[in-house]
């Protein structure tokens, strides 16, 4: 797929995350943002999946470790047909199947149950291990966020997949540098995140823009063609991209739009898009 229908994609997703956060007057827009071209790249290019049929065996496994990013998982699976967009206004809303976080149990297309952080790697892990195990090839993908890279967990499930050689695995960092408390340095700090996964035998490859498609592409193909241990791939976004008001702003981590800012934030999108169909 060009570039160009996956700028589209990932427009649509921006459009359903600002639009389901607002409706349910709650959620994470700034975590979502920053990885709408992740999430769009996996869905429309690298990952075997299909909408028709998602619980298909050999498809795919993808694991949002950072389950509140849910309006950027939900949007994307929504834009790729796994179920109808209008449903995205439901977000959070009593009775909707589209909660807080995801849920395997009640939304197609999702692969594992997330929310509390630092557990989504550990079960990529045990997915990747049952399909060496018993001789499948499909590959599994999970996206961290980088204050979640803060637990323990994580580097547990790391050290386990590096012992194990789990070259179908590929772990994302999603390196906006800003958590629920502030910048990641200051509460926390994680780096050097490259080294700290090659201390774990995994294959390391840093995205300087994680929001760009050929930077994306070329990660992602090297993540393929690496033999005998896993990867992860380090992105470093924006927290918040595409919306201009709420880039690089940590009280977009948890917040809302309100009217005035709903407005003005899809006036950017349309204004994005048109600037896309000149191309």
Same mark, same amino acid.
């Given at each position: 797929?060009?570039?160009?229908?996956?700028?589209?994609?990932?427009?649509?997703?921006?459009?359903?995350?600002?639009?389901?956060?607002?409706?349910?007057? /709650? *959620?994470?827009? $700034?975590?979502? =943002? %920053? &990885? @709408?071209?992740?999430?769009?790249?996996?869905?429309?290019?690298?990952? #075997?999946?299909?909408?028709?049929?998602?619980?298909?065996?050999?498809?795919?496994?993808?694991?949002?470790?950072?389950?509140?990013?849910?309006?950027?998982?939900?949007?994307?699976?929504?834009?790729?047909?796994?179920?109808?967009?209008?449903?995205?206004?439901?977000?959070?809303?009593?009775?909707?199947?589209?909660?807080?976080?995801?849920?395997?149990?009640?939304?197609?297309?999702?692969?594992?149950? /997330? *929310?509390?952080? $630092?557990?989504? =790697? %550990? &079960? @990529?892990?045990?997915?990747?291990?049952?399909?060496?195990?018993?001789? #499948?090839?499909?590959?599994?993908?999970?996206?961290?966020?980088?204050?979640?890279?803060?637990?323990?967990?994580?580097?547990?499930?790391?050290?386990?997949?590096?012992?194990?050689?789990?070259?179908?695995?590929?772990?994302?960092?999603?390196?906006?540098?800003?958590?629920?408390?502030?910048?990641?340095?200051?509460?926390?700090?994680?780096?050097?995140?490259?080294?700290?996964?090659?201390?774990?035998?995994?294959?390391?490859?840093?995205?300087?823009?994680?929001?760009?498609?050929?930077?994306?592409?070329?990660?992602?193909?090297?993540?393929?063609?690496?033999?005998?241990?896993?990867?992860?791939?380090?992105?470093?976004?924006?927290?918040?991209?595409?919306?201009?008001?709420?880039?690089?702003?940590?009280?977009?981590?948890?917040?809302?739009?309100?009217?005035?800012?709903?407005?003005?934030?899809?006036?950017?999108?349309?204004?994005?898009?048109?600037?896309?169909?000149?191309?």
């Amino acid at each position: 797929m060009d570039n160009l229908t996956l700028q589209k994609h990932a427009l649509e997703v921006r459009r359903g995350i600002v639009s389901a956060t607002h409706a349910a007057k /709650s *959620g994470h827009p $700034g975590g979502s =943002l %920053s &990885a @709408a071209e992740i999430y769009t790249y996996l869905y429309f290019e690298e990952m #075997n999946v299909d909408p028709a049929d998602p619980q298909k065996a050999d498809r795919d496994r993808f694991v949002l470790s950072k389950g509140h990013t849910a309006p950027g998982y939900y949007s994307v699976l929504a834009e790729k047909g796994f179920f109808p967009k209008e449903d995205l206004l439901t977000l959070r809303h009593t009775g909707s199947y589209l909660q807080g976080h995801p849920d395997k149990k009640h939304i197609p297309g999702v692969d594992m149950s /997330s *929310g509390s952080l $630092g557990q989504g =790697l %550990s &079960a @990529a892990v045990g997915m990747a291990l049952s399909a060496k195990v018993f001789g #499948n090839d499909y590959r599994v993908y999970a996206l961290m966020g980088d204050g979640e890279i803060q637990e323990g967990q994580i580097w547990e499930a790391a050290m386990f997949a590096g012992a194990k050689k789990l070259d179908n695995l590929v772990a994302i960092v999603d390196n906006n540098n800003l958590q629920i408390d502030g910048p990641i340095t200051e509460v926390n700090s994680p780096y050097p995140i490259d080294e700290k996964f090659k201390a774990f035998n995994f294959h390391v490859i840093n995205v300087e823009d994680g929001n760009d498609f050929d930077q994306l592409r070329a990660a992602f193909a090297e993540a393929r063609e690496t033999k005998g241990m896993p990867t992860a791939i380090v992105c470093k976004t924006v927290k918040g991209k595409g919306i201009s008001f709420m880039e690089n702003q940590v009280s977009w981590h948890g917040s809302a739009p309100n009217d005035e800012q709903y407005a003005q934030a899809m006036s950017e999108l349309e204004k994005a898009e048109e600037a896309l169909c000149q191309k």
